[in-house]
């Protein structure tokens, strides 16, 4: 069974850090494009970042650049999504994907739509 598992998300204060995981199984994942959405309530999902298969290339959106940081390790099947400065704009769910056949390029044009696999969300909830 193939499974993306996120963790991290929580309550933090405006200003503050969080670090995000999300750990894939039952395919090797090094293998795939990967990167993070989240959905705000009443908003649309939204991209936040994408990392190459061998991490080396990194696309981010406006509203995160500077502040977060994509990286992955392949050897844990695992992506990471360091949060800084965060602020009550960046609460959401944020959910993790990945897919074998897009560039992580790719990944942020989408918006989501047809990417292969998803994890179930993780809260990150921003008090100002």
């Known amino acids: 069974q193939v499974q993306l598992v996120e963790s991290g998300g929580g309550l933090v204060q405006a200003g503050g850090s969080l670090r995000l995981s999300c750990a894939g199984s039952?395919?090797?994942?090094?293998?795939?494009?990967m990167g993070w959405f989240r959905q705000a309530p009443g908003k649309e999902r939204e991209f936040v970042a994408a990392?190459?298969?061998?991490?080396?290339?990194?696309y981010y959106a406006d509203s995160v650049k500077g502040r977060f940081t994509i990286s992955r390790d392949n050897a844990k099947n695992t992506v990471y999504l360091q949060m800084n400065s965060l602020s009550p704009e960046d609460t959401a769910v944020y959910y993790c994907?990945?897919?074998?056949?897009?560039?992580?390029?790719?990944?942020?044009?989408?918006?989501?739509?047809?990417?292969?696999?998803w994890g179930q969300g993780t809260q990150v909830t921003v008090s100002s």
């Open positions: 990392i190459s298969r061998s991490g080396g290339i990194k």
């Open positions: 994907a990945a897919d074998f056949k897009s560039t992580a390029q790719a990944m942020g044009a989408s918006r989501g739509y047809g990417l292969e696999y």
């Open positions: 039952g395919r090797t994942f090094s293998t795939s494009s």
